[in-house]
């Protein structure tokens, strides 16, 4: 049942109905619009237009269909109903439960407040259930890099063997990712706990209801300012959208860096069978596809973002139909995000670190050049020409075949004379890594003050 056909004396084509109704979709809101539905009887109680015993009803019938949905969320879609949105189906069915008294419940009320109260208040919950997701990546990563502070690797740029790092370090770095995540998804939060419920079509409701109160009752912050922004506003939705890029693409990194890692060149680590799968031809794969999937997904939530974007650019004031497309985007986005983040959190349980490979891999590459530059530095050379010196010993090195801790001192000192015997134990990995004592750096002590404050923030010490 359309709730506007008034106006209009003939059908709408059904290629129309098809094209502009919204339920397939915005069954999702099933519960937001019921649990606003309550709100919003109460509120007209407080202005006339309801007696008590009416609300009562009507929240009685509200509460039965809210049982009925928890019960079956997919019904909506199952009873294969005619109703254009979610909001003409909660408003059938409740007629159908209390009969005409269903009919006076969207006094004052348009569907542009509605779904704009209904979304917000989506967007609210699955806020909440992300930022759990993110913590359980957090203490996952960190249980992982307690496990592994011991475990030297090397550390890239340009994929470039460049200095020794440990893997713990990794794991922290994208902690540091995931909290900036979990931060952003918070300041949002706060932006869009605001109600626009009480706002009607676009100018505002003409009964003079308390929206503050509607507001506290809904579980918001306050009330919105202004009625035309507050059924047009969707910076909640490009917020939201913008987190789960950005986290993305975090997620895609930390999956593109595992994937090399697993890989037969690298060697650094081994996945579950948990997390990887077999080809149909050759017996002797294990395949990387929940890392894969994860960087594949980015793609789709990047898409939703941009065309959230494009939507909404030439948008005049207040309401228009092109608002529709700010679901199917959101929500594929939300669930695409929330599954890689479990999917994540799954594929560090169980994953070994290969430390003989690691270490192996840290001592080639001439990790230790920037430690003889820096040795030459602390015995009065310039930096500019130790960088020199150094990258004429790794020449050296490179033509022999050896690290720079196997060349003879003598060799060493053809390049400069100032080179001693103490060379040798700095050119050492843990020496490399001891080194980097301030904060943020892979020294052991920094290394692991870092995974204690990571513990204590995240609340993983009782």
Not at 423 to 439: E, G, H, P, W
Request: net charge negative; hydrophobic share 40%; glycine share 6%.
């Amino acid at each position: 049942m359309a709730l506007w056909g008034g106006r209009f004396s003939q059908e709408a084509d059904q290629r129309f109905k098809q094209f502009n109704d919204s339920l397939r979709f915005d069954f999702r809101l099933a519960q937001q619009d019921i649990f606003g539905s309550v709100a919003w009887s109460k509120a007209l109680v407080t202005v006339g237009v309801l007696s008590q015993d009416e609300q009562a009803q009507l929240e009685q019938a509200l509460n039965e269909l809210s049982e009925e949905v928890t019960a079956n969320p997919h019904s909506i879609l199952i009873l294969q109903s005619d109703a254009e949105d979610i909001h003409s189906w909660v408003e059938s069915k409740l007629i159908a439960k209390v009969g005409d008294l269903g009919k006076k419940l969207h006094t004052g009320r348009s569907r542009n407040d509605q779904v704009a109260t209904d979304l917000k208040l989506w967007c609210k919950e699955e806020v909440i259930h992300l930022r759990q997701a993110i913590v359980e990546l957090q203490k996952a990563l960190v249980i992982t890099a307690e496990q592994n502070q011991n475990a030297v690797m090397p550390g890239y740029t340009h994929l470039q063997r460049a200095q020794p790092v440990t893997f713990a370090h990794w794991c922290l770095a994208y902690n540091e990712m995931l909290a900036r995540d979990e931060s952003r998804l918070a300041d949002a939060l706060k932006r869009l706990d605001v109600s626009p419920l009480g706002c009607g079509a676009l100018a505002g409701t003409a009964y003079d209801i308390d929206r503050e109160q509607l507001a506290g009752w809904l579980g918001f912050a306050s009330a919105t300012n202004n009625s035309l922004d507050s059924v047009s506003d969707r910076d909640h939705v490009l917020e939201i959208l913008s987190s789960a890029a950005i986290g993305m693409v975090h997620l895609s990194r930390f999956a593109e860096d595992l994937i090399f890692f697993n890989s037969g060149e690298a060697g650094f680590i081994e996945l579950s069978d948990k997390v990887t799968s077999g080809s149909s031809l050759m017996p002797q794969k294990k395949n990387p596809d929940a890392l894969e999937l994860i960087r594949g997904k980015c793609g789709r939530v990047q898409g939703a973002l941009t065309g959230m974007m494009m939507t909404l650019k030439g948008l005049p004031l207040a309401y228009n139909k092109d608002m529709q497309e700010d679901k199917e985007g959101l929500f594929d986005a939300v669930d695409t995000w929330s599954d890689c983040l479990h999917m994540a959190t799954l594929v560090l349980d169980g994953i070994q670190i290969r430390r003989p490979r690691c270490e192996e891999a840290a001592k080639q590459g001439y990790a230790n050049a920037t430690e003889l530059a820096d040795y030459l530095v602390a015995k009065g050379v310039p930096f500019r020409e130790a960088h020199h010196i150094v990258g004429e010993v790794v020449v050296c090195a490179i033509e022999q075949g050896k690290a720079i801790e196997e060349l003879p001192l003598s060799e060493l000192q053809m390049f400069n004379s100032k080179i001693m015997i103490d060379v040798y134990d700095i050119l050492s990995l843990q020496s490399c890594l001891d080194k980097r004592l301030a904060k943020g750096g892979v020294s052991q002590k920094q290394v692991a003050y870092a995974i204690a404050k990571a513990k204590e923030v995240l609340d993983m010490n009782k």
